[in-house]
T-cell receptor, first 116, second 114 residues
Framework: DAMVIQNPRYQVTQFGKPVTLSCSQTLNHNVMYWYQQKSSQAPKLLFHYYDKDFNNEADTPDNFQSRRPNTSFCFLDIRSPGLGDAAMYLC???????????????FGPGTRLTVL | KQEVTQIPAALSVPEGENLVLNCSFTDSAIYNLQWFRQDPGKGLTSLLLIQSSQREQTSGRLNASLDKSSGRSTLYIAASQPGDSATYLCAVSLFTGGGNKLTFGTGTQLKVEL
């Protein structure tokens, strides 16, 4: 089945130790998104890629970076995780939206990040 | 800045009851509105998507309505079942040429009891 896969499902890192989260998709969608969801909060968009074009949200901390080496894969790098970065990180994909049709975003199962 | 509010934050109902979840948003210039389901510790599953030009969408026991002018949407669940227990999130979409940016509400946590 076509899907969005995130690895690992659970990640534990130490304060300040860089960590990379992975997302892959078999839907061949042009757009990939990264969201951060803290406990009991709404998911918050960090950034998204339209093909190789990177779009950063204005309030995304510089500590968060992303790479998209090809259509299928996208990575979230947290350069120096702090305790406040502990959260569920959700990857999503969609087709390119057009004025004449709409499409949902397809979400992966998420990676729960713990910072010790 | 778009803000999305969901009421109630939590809801517990007996099995078989019909129920309504509410979502409101501050900026009516939306591209579409979506309802998602999230099970504990899991990702999001899309339930219904309503385009800005539409008034409602139905899927099985679910019906979602949209009143863009008043900034409101409701999700109606008929004949609730224990398997419906989850957190329900609504999200409004801002169209950009390069993506579909979603702003989420904080969700309604639903528990359907036997």
């Amino acid at each position: 089945d076509a899907m969005v896969i995130q690895n690992p499902r659970y990640q534990v890192t130490q304060f300040g130790k860089p960590v990379t989260l992975s997302c892959s998709q078999t839907l061949n969608h042009n757009v990939m998104y990264w969201y951060q969801q803290k406990s009991s909060q709404a998911p918050k968009l960090l950034f998204h890629y339209y093909d190789k074009d990177f779009n950063n949200e204005a309030d995304t901390p510089d500590n968060f970076q992303s790479r998209r080496p090809n259509t299928s894969f996208c990575f979230l790098d947290i350069r120096s995780p702090g305790l406040g970065d502990a959260a569920m990180y959700l990857c999503a994909t969609s087709r390119v939206p057009r004025q004449d049709y709409t499409d949902t975003q397809y979400f992966g199962p998420g990676t729960r990040l713990t910072v010790l | 800045k778009q803000e999305v509010t969901q009421i109630p934050a939590a809801l517990s109902v007996p099995e078989g009851e019909n129920l309504v979840l509410n979502c409101s948003f501050t900026d009516s210039a939306i591209y579409n509105l979506q309802w998602f389901r999230q099970d504990p510790g899991k990702g999001l599953t899309s339930l219904l998507l309503i385009q800005s030009s539409q008034r409602e969408q139905t899927s099985g026991r679910l019906n979602a309505s949209l009143d863009k002018s008043s900034g409101r949407s409701t999700l109606y669940i008929a004949a609730s079942q224990p398997g419906d227990s989850a957190t329900y999130l609504c999200a409004v979409s801002l169209f950009t040429g390069g993506g579909n940016k979603l702003t989420f509400g904080t969700g309604t946590q639903l528990k359907v009891e036997l």
